[in-house]
């Protein structure tokens, strides 16, 4: 057996019942801990829109420039912009919410090479996630 066949096999062995049971525990607690986290922080933000759409949209697109003027309108009439946080039509709608001098919060996720946070999110307003269900909750 080649040392990075031994690696493999002992990456994957087979866990006893207690851990298991000990790394579910765990899990328990750090979704309650982002579940918290994102209920007292979406708490102090107020009235707010959620803008959903697609990270890979261009700022040249009809679609990006669409939602920024949308975000752009709503947070002028008082409401904040809640988007994924990341690239595309969330970063509109960041944008234009941030040019109306508006509430703008993003709720990202980690994925590895595809989000990261946009720079129209406002500093105190940015959550990061690690469950998908959390986060969609929060967008809710």
Do not use: H
């Amino acid at each position: 057996m080649t040392e990075d066949e031994k690696k493999i096999k002992k990456k994957f062995k087979e866990k006893d019942w207690n851990e298991i049971k000990t790394n579910d525990s765990w899990i328990i607690f750090k979704v309650m801990a982002e579940f918290v986290e994102g209920f007292d922080k979406m708490a102090k933000i107020g009235p707010c829109v959620s803008i959903f759409g697609s990270a890979r949209t261009k700022s040249d697109n009809q679609y990006f420039k669409m939602a920024e003027e949308i975000a752009y309108k709503l947070a002028e009439k008082g409401y904040g912009i809640i988007t994924g946080g990341g690239p595309g039509i969330m970063e509109a709608g960041n944008k234009g919410a941030a040019a109306a001098g508006g509430r703008s919060a993003g709720l990202n996720i980690e994925l590895p090479f595809e989000q990261f946070d946009n720079q129209y999110i406002d500093s105190d307003k940015l959550i990061n996630f690690d469950y998908f269900f959390v986060r969609k909750v929060m967008f809710m």
